[in-house]
């Protein structure tokens, strides 16, 4: 098996319809969700870019840098426009976590104060999933379009997600279901970044500027 700690970023089934109901955000039909970009504008508001495996913006999500959500972009944006970093993750299988040498972060997700409800569609049926099993989540942040990495995010931020998972689709494996769920995990994330968890860079500040902060 290959180590599930390495892949891009989420890819999501072509056939499935992606929701997000506490996020108001626009279902993704039909799409293969490959990256997303993670940006501070000159407001001091969060922006989250989706982009398709060819690099067309699926849609653009803005917050406030307070935590409040203010709105929800659709768009299909050629990618060059956004400038700064990528943020690519991966998703680390507990059982997995002991062998790694990498020095990667590790975070573990806590759920219970922030988390959305996650649904979505599959062959006419409508799916939930919610926190059920500890997860652990591992981030750095490279350069756009490169392997120059800019930031690696280890140590100093940690917390506990319990449960299970309860999520299964017909003839899917597992590791279509982790992938698919990065997506709700990244929210916590991005919560801890607009408490001021991490510095995000300006849009056009340069890469010495980006850092991660310790607890």
């Given at each position: 098996?290959?180590?599930?700690?390495?892949?891009?970023?989420p890819?999501?089934?072509?056939?499935?319809?992606?929701?997000?109901?506490?996020?108001?955000?626009?279902p993704?039909?039909?799409?293969?969700?490959?990256?997303?970009?993670?940006?501070?504008?000159?407001?001091?508001?969060?922006?989250k870019?989706?982009y398709?495996?060819?690099?067309?913006?699926?849609?653009?999500?803005?917050?406030?840098?307070?935590?409040?959500?203010?709105?929800?972009?659709?768009?299909?944006?050629?990618?060059?426009?956004?400038?700064?970093?990528?943020?690519?993750?991966a998703f680390?299988?507990?059982?997995?976590?002991?062998?790694?040498?990498?020095?990667?972060?590790?975070?573990n997700?806590?759920?219970?104060?922030?988390?959305?409800?996650?649904?979505?569609?599959?062959?006419?049926?409508?799916?939930?999933?919610?926190?059920?099993?500890?997860?652990t989540?591992?981030?750095?942040?490279?350069?756009?379009?490169?392997?120059?990495?800019?930031?690696?995010?280890?140590?100093?931020?940690h917390w506990?997600?319990?449960?299970?998972?309860r999520?299964f689709?017909p003839?899917?494996?597992t590791?279509?279901?982790?992938?698919?769920l990065?997506?709700?995990?990244?929210?916590?994330?991005?919560?801890?970044?607009?408490?001021g968890?991490f510095?995000?860079?300006?849009?056009?500040?340069?890469?010495?500027?980006?850092?991660?902060?310790?607890?």
């Amino acid at each position: 098996m290959s180590d599930p700690s390495v892949f891009e970023d989420p890819t999501f089934p072509t056939a499935a319809n992606i929701f997000f109901p506490n996020d108001n955000a626009t279902p993704v039909e039909g799409r293969v969700i490959k990256t997303f970009h993670l940006w501070r504008d000159k407001h001091g508001s969060m922006n989250k870019s989706y982009y398709d495996s060819d690099g067309t913006q699926a849609y653009r999500k803005r917050t406030d840098f307070l935590g409040a959500r203010k709105r929800l972009i659709s768009a299909k944006t050629d990618a060059t426009v956004w400038e700064q970093c990528w943020f690519q993750y991966a998703f680390l299988r507990r059982r997995y976590y002991n062998s790694r040498t990498k020095s990667i972060a590790t975070l573990n997700i806590d759920t219970g104060l922030h988390f959305p409800t996650f649904q979505f569609e599959w062959e006419g049926k409508t799916y939930t999933w919610q926190n059920r099993r500890p997860l652990t989540l591992s981030m750095q942040c490279y350069e756009k379009n490169t392997e120059n990495m800019l930031a690696d995010f280890r140590g100093g931020l940690h917390w506990k997600l319990v449960g299970r998972l309860r999520l299964f689709l017909p003839g899917k494996p597992t590791a279509d279901l982790e992938e698919l769920l990065m997506i709700c995990l990244i929210d916590m994330l991005e919560m801890q970044i607009l408490l001021g968890k991490f510095n995000l860079p300006e849009e056009n500040q340069t890469k010495g500027d980006l850092g991660a902060q310790s607890q």
